[in-house]
């Protein structure tokens, strides 16, 4: 077993995956190793990467696509790091990042995440501000802040990952948040980095595969989402407001009132229900929102 492993998972991105595998070399420390999980691409990462010439990146292709978590969770399987990170096949980490970690709160913390810095079709965005100070993440603080995206920076000590379970495969999108919300759930201790970890680069290429998020509709995120919603009852103050942002989108009425009257708090029901008609009146001045046929 290797100290760490930088597992990046990528489909049919050719032009974007070398920058970001460069990038994680970049960041390797010698006792650790690069893991490229290919998802079915039409054109194979290793033909992409000329062949993994360094012995510390491996190439791992699976020949049918099952989608992002089952490539997550083979990924996870295969890797021999005892610390896991990720980085999406168009990002770029940090160099130091890694060594920041594993030689800083590793040892003390079951999994982290950093802020980032964010380009947007090659410009880069003004920095956002912190959700914390460097330092543990403070359990009182709101769920929202908690949450992360395997895209910022997150890392997870391999036996946290086996004792936590695979992600989940039965939605498209927010399986990162389902995880996150089980290792809140179950205690871990989270670590935040206020220093970027990672940049991450939000594009359009007519000839790279898009963010899967922006090729899903309202009505397939809303339904992810209510999956998560229906895991995590006790965090509805903020999952709830995610699941009911998407039906007000998509003019889901129906569903968002089954939803609603399901909620046991008085005070809670009320509060996501004003918040679901704020956004239906706000969505439909915008005209974004779309009537449900």
């Not at 912190?130 to 929202?144: C, D, S």
């Not at 179950?186 to 940049?199: D, E, F, H, I, K």
């Not at 809670?268 to 969505?283: A, D, N």
Request: glycine share 8%; aromatic share 8%; net charge positive.
């Amino acid at each position: 077993m290797t100290s760490h492993s930088i597992i990046i998972l990528t489909k049919d991105r050719p032009g974007l995956l070398p920058r970001a595998v460069a990038s994680a070399m970049r960041a390797l420390g010698d006792d650790g190793e690069v893991l490229v999980v290919d998802d079915a691409s039409k054109r194979p990462a290793e033909d992409v990467l000329h062949g993994p010439g360094d012995q510390r990146l491996r190439i791992m292709r699976r020949e049918f696509s099952a989608g992002i978590s089952a490539a997550r969770n083979a990924g996870i399987a295969a890797s021999r790091g005892a610390v896991i990170f990720f980085l999406d096949d168009d990002d770029e980490l940090w160099p130091d990042y890694i060594g920041d970690i594993l030689h800083g709160p590793a040892p003390r913390f079951d999994y982290g995440f950093s802020a980032c810095v964010v380009t947007r079709d090659g410009r880069r965005e003004p920095p956002r501000r912190p959700r914390f100070a460097t330092g543990p993440v403070p359990r009182n603080a709101p769920l929202r802040k908690q949450l992360c995206g395997t895209g910022m920076g997150f890392w997870i000590h391999r036996q946290v990952a086996d004792a936590v379970g695979p992600f989940t495969t039965e939605i498209p999108i927010n399986e990162d948040t389902d995880y996150v919300c089980r290792l809140i759930e179950q205690g871990r201790r989270a670590w935040y980095s206020a220093r970027p970890g990672v940049t991450v680069h939000s594009h359009a290429s007519a000839n790279e595969a898009g963010n899967i998020t922006t090729r899903l509709d309202a009505l397939q995120r809303a339904q992810a989402m209510l999956h998560v919603c229906d895991r995590f009852p006790a965090m509805a103050g903020h999952l709830g407001r995610s699941y009911l942002r998407h039906c007000a989108r998509a003019g889901l009425f129906e569903e968002s009132a089954r939803y609603l009257s399901r909620q046991t708090d008085r005070r809670l029901r009320i509060q996501l229900t004003m918040y679901f008609h704020l956004k239906c009146l706000g969505y439909r001045a915008r005209g974004l929102a779309r009537r449900k046929a």
